[in-house]
């Protein structure tokens, strides 16, 4: 089992839809999670992070974390064709001075006009 | 205040040759952690630096080497090079320990031929 799993997709959205992003994750101890975008040829751009359960949201963003479930999904609302890009799950593992992250494979979402 | 810079963007070499990529990170960033991105691993975990002192390492052969100055800039550094070993390698930084935001450089795509 990968440590952090996200569907490949490709995802395919309509314009002004919610698009829907999943990862679940292996380490039960994990504490940081976080969702990167990363457009083709680009470096991953930060999106959002999340540390408790429950729901944060940042503009069109809403990131929700469920520990006992072990699953973290990204919601964006009102999606744009400049959401297209692959989006990217990392999550941290919790003991101190281990803060590395791991990254599922990353969904690739593709905003239809 | 500057983002992660990384030198050279691109480079091409041939199979047997060495490398060596520079990452010079946020302004009061300590922690320079380095990553692999290919099209069939994703992102990976090389190594992590911090003070000068290689805190974290992933699972890469030991051609895969790096090392941090007092400045907190890094290098990373691979030997006997092989076509597998073409890649997107980034570096991300964060303040110090703990569970922060690692903020991404734009990432040296290297060609083996």
């Known amino acids: 089992q990968k440590e952090v799993e996200q569907n490949s997709g490709p995802l395919s959205v309509p314009e002004g839809a919610i698009a829907s992003l999943n990862c679940t994750y292996s380490?039960?101890?994990?504490?940081?999670f976080f969702w990167y975008r990363q457009y083709s040829g680009k470096s991953p751009e930060l999106i959002m992070f999340i540390y408790s359960n429950g729901d944060k949201e940042d503009g069109r963003f809403t990131a929700q974390l469920n520990k006992a479930s072990q699953y973290v999904s990204l919601l964006i609302r009102d999606s744009q064709p400049s959401d297209s890009a692959t989006y990217l799950c990392?999550?941290?593992?919790?003991?101190?001075?281990?803060?590395?992250?791991?990254f599922g494979t990353g969904t690739r979402l593709t905003i239809i006009p | 205040k500057a983002g992660v810079t990384q030198t050279p963007r691109y480079l091409i070499k041939t199979r047997g040759q060495q490398v060596t990529l520079s990452c010079s990170p946020i302004s009061g960033h300590r922690s320079v952690s380095w990553y692999q991105q290919t099209p069939g691993q994703g992102l990976q975990f090389l190594f992590e630096?911090?003070?000068?002192?290689?805190?974290n390492k992933g699972n890469f052969p030991g051609r895969f080497s790096g090392r941090q100055f007092s400045n907190s800039r890094s290098e990373m550094n691979v030997s006997t090079l092989e076509l597998g070993d073409s890649a997107l390698y980034l570096c991300?930084?964060?303040?110090?320990?703990?569970?922060?935001?690692?903020?991404f450089g734009p990432g040296t795509r290297l060609l083996v031929l």
């Open positions: 991300a930084t964060k303040g110090g320990g703990g569970q922060e935001t690692q903020y």
């Open positions: 990392a999550v941290m593992a919790a003991n101190f001075g281990n803060e590395k992250l791991t």
């Open positions: 380490d039960r101890g994990s504490q940081s």
């Open positions: 630096y911090f003070s000068e002192t290689q805190r």
